[in-house]
């Protein structure tokens, strides 16, 4: 999915408004935008309105001083007059096209002019700048990741490869079919396919190269490619010259009639040249030389040497049949010329394509290794984060599990000193109950004493009574303080105005103990208890019975 994401940000990008253009709205933009789409829209269809679509461009561009609308009208110009073959006038366009799109810095134009200035240069047989600029084009292509200019360097050296290395071919023109797939360029699909089938065809699977060719069919007969369509019409035909000759007579038709109309002369030439060898196939010679010239009389006039040289061969087959031998000789004579020249042009042409098709298989390699590269400089930075958020996370573990340690371990600690601290209250309300005891009966024995045993009975009962109730109430204090050190200095935070019996009453309901038993140790009733026990729910803002004061001071 790399691809389509790298495509979709630098076709954004190419795509934006030009820089240059801020003086202009957004209204004004769409609309020189909009013609420059119509006029686009027909060039694959009508080359007449193309041009009709274009000079409203252009107008429309230097009224509003749009450079980018004035830009994209020399680009598609120079489409045109390609296809027209007037290289001369696609030269001078292309040219003021490429300036402009360098000032702006439009990536993707400047390496589609790249490629089309290679192409002009190309069909002026000047095949040392051709490879300038067609290098140009596939270094911008390939440094900026603009897949549709990628995926067309793989269809073009995957057709160069038919019949001389089929398994790379097929391999570059899958590549370049997964590319368009992806970026959503349904023409050059059906270019691929059109590829594929010949590439079939070269390994005797016609079967598999007609579904071919009739998928390429369909595509362009449904975004109406009319200047297209003429050549697949006839490759489909030739699939079928030995098993429909009806179908076959069809398909011409359309292709001629196609060609005709669209007024392009490379697509006229090659069809009537086609139209040409196909009826010297079926022995229709005199119509072959009707065919083979009206070729002829286009390729000689907009110097397209392949179809001039194909067609002086298929005059001087059908002269021979026709026994013109005045004809044979003169054809002879062309065609060996024109042979000659273009196997010189072949020479040259496919050493410029060899070197280029490895210096575009380097880049792509080299591409793929940086890319590699990047790709393993991220999983190493994804892996180094996940390594470093997984010790992080076992130390937060570690630290999470040594402080529930540390807290279960003091939790422990408390509720033991809790348990010392309540089995000393409960020893001192055994002390108590005993000393009350003693008292009760020296209290009785008292009676039976004379004076002197009176007064000795009664320093010991006030002794008992002085030991119990300060001594045992001194060293529970300093014991509670100890386990709790900050209970009642968070407790009088809240409620400073509480009286030291109201806090040692506090202490007490903090360790649950009852009524009963905080009676027997401080000595009072539990009728004194229960009311010391109302007041301070009272003191203590405690008005619902829901909470119980244990409860709630266990918070502090």
Not at 278 to 305: D, H, M, P
Not at 323 to 347: F, H, M, P, T
Not at 503 to 517: G, I, V
């Amino acid at each position: 999915m790399r691809f389509l994401f790298y495509f979709s940000i630098l076709f954004l990008f190419a795509c934006r408004s030009n820089s240059i253009d801020k003086h202009l709205s957004d209204k004004e933009k769409a609309g020189i935008n909009q013609l420059y789409e119509k006029a686009y829209s027909f060039h694959e269809t009508d080359l007449d309105s193309t041009r009709f679509y274009l000079e409203i461009l252009s107008q429309a561009s230097k009224k509003s001083a749009c450079n980018s609308g004035i830009a994209n009208y020399f680009y598609l110009l120079s489409v045109v007059e390609s296809m027209s073959g007037n290289f001369d006038i696609a030269f001078d366009c292309i040219k003021k096209a490429l300036d402009i799109y360098l000032e702006s810095n439009n990536q993707k134009r400047i390496a589609d002019s790249y490629m089309i200035l290679g192409n002009v240069y190309y069909n002026s047989h000047s095949l040392k700048e051709a490879n300038y600029f067609w290098n140009k084009a596939y270094e911008e292509y390939i440094a900026h990741g603009i897949q549709a200019g990628i995926g067309s360097g793989y269809r073009r050296f995957g057709v160069e490869l038919i019949d001389e290395d089929n398994e790379r071919a097929f391999e570059y023109l899958r590549k370049a079919k997964a590319i368009f797939r992806e970026t959503g360029k349904g023409r050059w699909i059906s270019y691929v396919f059109r590829d594929l089938s010949s590439c079939y065809i070269s390994v005797g699977e016609s079967q598999t190269a007609l579904n071919y060719i009739d998928s390429c069919i369909s595509i362009q007969e449904q975004i109406n490619a009319k200047l297209r369509l003429p050549d697949s019409y006839i490759r489909k035909a030739l699939l079928l010259l030995k098993q429909d000759n009806k179908t076959v007579d069809s398909l011409f038709n359309k292709a001629i009639t196609l060609a005709t109309k669209c007024k392009s002369p490379s697509v006229m030439a090659d069809t009537y040249s086609q139209m040409g060898q196909k009826e010297f196939k079926y022995g229709r010679y005199k119509s072959s030389v009707k065919w083979a010239r009206k070729a002829l009389g286009v390729a000689q006039s907009y110097n397209l040497s392949l179809v001039e040289s194909e067609s002086y061969h298929n005059l001087l087959d059908s002269y021979r049949q026709l026994n013109e031998q005045d004809s044979v000789s003169l054809y002879l004579d062309k065609y060996l010329n024109s042979r000659d020249l273009l196997d010189r042009n072949r020479g040259k042409s496919s050493l410029v394509s060899l070197n280029l098709h490895d210096e575009f298989i380097r880049k792509m390699e080299q591409k793929e290794i940086l890319f590699n590269k990047k790709r393993l400089r991220f999983y190493s930075i994804i892996v180094f984060i996940l390594l470093v958020f997984s010790i992080v996370i076992l130390l937060y573990r570690v630290r999470v599990l040594k402080s529930d340690a540390e807290k279960r371990k003091l939790a422990f600690r408390l509720d033991k000193k809790n348990r010392e601290l309540t089995t000393t209250l409960l020893m001192q309300v055994k002390n108590s109950e005993l000393i009350d005891y003693l008292s009760t009966e020296l209290k009785a024995l008292r009676k039976d004493l004379k004076d002197d045993g009176w007064i000795m009975v009664n320093d010991i009962l006030n002794n008992l009574k002085s030991s119990h109730s300060s001594g045992s109430m001194d060293e529970f204090k300093i014991y509670f303080e100890e386990v709790h050190p900050e209970f009642y200095t968070n407790l009088l935070k809240d409620f400073p105005k509480l009286t030291s019996n109201e806090k040692r009453l506090c202490a007490f309901l903090k360790l649950d103990m009852a009524t009963r038993e905080i009676a027997s140790i401080t000595q009072q009733s539990v009728h004194s208890i229960t009311v010391a026990r109302t007041r301070l729910r009272k003191k203590l803002n405690l008005t619902s019975s829901e909470m119980s004061l244990h409860t709630f001071l266990g918070r502090y």
